[in-house]
């Protein structure tokens, strides 16, 4: 597959996770395809993180992880890139939300719920159990 090289119109006071990552690349004369088959991943992952695109990617976790292995495969200072990924601002990221890093805890409704289902379950197997031994 082909660099997507095109000009980059990148805002200095902005850090831009994507843009370190592929000039860094380019610096060690690395294709995309060689990133990608080096991480194991999609070349268009690849594309969609040096273009901060994070939309093609479903969640925050994988987005982390695969910036993390980018930096690390590129010899950048993986604090370095946490820092610029926490500098930007949400506003600008496309990322989708994992549903994951939104769950809210269980109410105190919710756990009694639970509970009464639990017991329902337990008497109603005693219940068949009896039942069934009777008729043995």
Not at 22 to 38: F, G, P, W, Y
Not at 83 to 112: F, G, H, I, T, V
């Amino acid at each position: 597959m082909v660099d997507n090289e095109e000009t980059e119109n990148v805002d200095a006071s902005v850090c831009r996770v994507g843009g370190t990552l592929k000039s860094k690349r380019k610096e060690l004369n690395m294709t995309q395809d060689e990133v990608a088959s080096k991480l194991n991943l999609d070349v268009s992952y690849i594309v969609a993180i040096e273009d901060d695109d994070f939309s093609k990617i479903s969640s925050m976790s994988y987005v982390n992880g695969y910036i993390r292995s980018y930096a690390r495969l590129l010899k950048i200072p993986e604090q370095q890139i946490i820092e610029m990924c926490q500098q930007k601002d949400d506003k600008e990221s496309n990322l989708l939300p994992n549903y994951m890093d939104q769950r809210q805890p269980l109410s105190d409704s919710s756990r009694q719920n639970i509970h009464w289902l639990i017991l329902l379950i337990i008497v109603t197997g005693l219940l068949l159990a009896s039942w069934w031994f009777i008729r043995q």
